[in-house]
């Protein structure tokens, strides 16, 4: 099965850029979401077909997909993107959903 | 405003039944999207379980296929799952969610409701 891997941590200091990476073999050729989910709320996703961003998500989050890594970047990081941060594909050879397994953002 | 709402037991025998709907507003469930459901134990990632569309067409993750039965009732909005001789590892938070097509996200999520499998 396909699994994405995330590092568990990433720590930036307010004003900061952080980058959080998403890795999978060739998940450049696949679509990659991106949510955010804070303390007892469900995810929401922030990033959509790899760079895409829903409405009334600030500009300050984008993202890119290449080769074998996927990432985040929140740019001008605030004390309120602390949150867990997950990444999910979508496999269209085998129509399945995978998530990676998350990346605590702390704002230092 | 599309809006999800799960619903059911928060606490399943182990080998029992663990059954969930969903009732959609805001957004008639006929009127496309596919209809998921996604489920987080605790202190981990989110797991896809599965999602429907309107028609009945189902698509499953493997390692649930063989457990699992989900349908849709268009007139009252509503999905549902049904997971089949539950175990400890079946507890978690169970979400429901709007799922697009064909490239599969989660655009509109319910707030979750806690499953636990205990005797």
């Known amino acids: 099965s396909y699994v994405l891997t995330q590092p568990p941590s990433v720590s930036v200091a307010p004003g900061k850029t952080a980058t959080i990476n998403c890795g999978g073999p060739n998940v450049g050729g696949k679509s990659v979401q991106w949510y955010q989910q804070k303390p007892g709320q469900a995810p929401a996703l922030v990033i959509y077909?790899?760079?895409d961003r829903p409405s009334g998500i600030p500009d300050r989050f984008s993202a890119s997909n290449s080769g074998n890594t996927a990432t985040l970047t929140i740019r001008r990081v605030e004390a309120g993107d602390e949150a867990d941060y997950y990444c999910q594909v979508w496999d269209r050879d085998t129509d399945l959903v995978v998530f990676g397994g998350g990346t605590k953002l702390t704002v230092l | 405003q599309v809006q999800l709402q799960e619903s059911g037991p928060g606490l399943v025998k182990p080998s029992e039944t663990l059954s969930l709907n969903c009732t959609v507003s805001g957004f008639f469930i006929s009127a496309g999207f596919y209809w998921g459901w996604i489920r987080q134990p605790p202190g981990k990632g989110p797991e896809w379980i599965g999602s429907i569309y309107h028609s009945g067409t189902t698509n499953y993750s493997p390692s649930l296929k063989s457990r699992l039965t989900m349908s849709i009732d268009t007139s009252s909005n509503q999905f549902s799952l049904i997971l089949h001789s539950v175990t400890a590892a079946d507890t978690a938070v169970y979400y429901c969610?709007?799922?697009?097509?064909?490239?599969?996200?989660?655009?509109?999520w319910g707030q979750g409701t806690l499953v636990t499998v205990s005797s």
């Open positions: 077909t790899d760079s």
């Open positions: 969610a709007r799922n697009t097509h064909p490239v599969y996200y989660f655009d509109r």
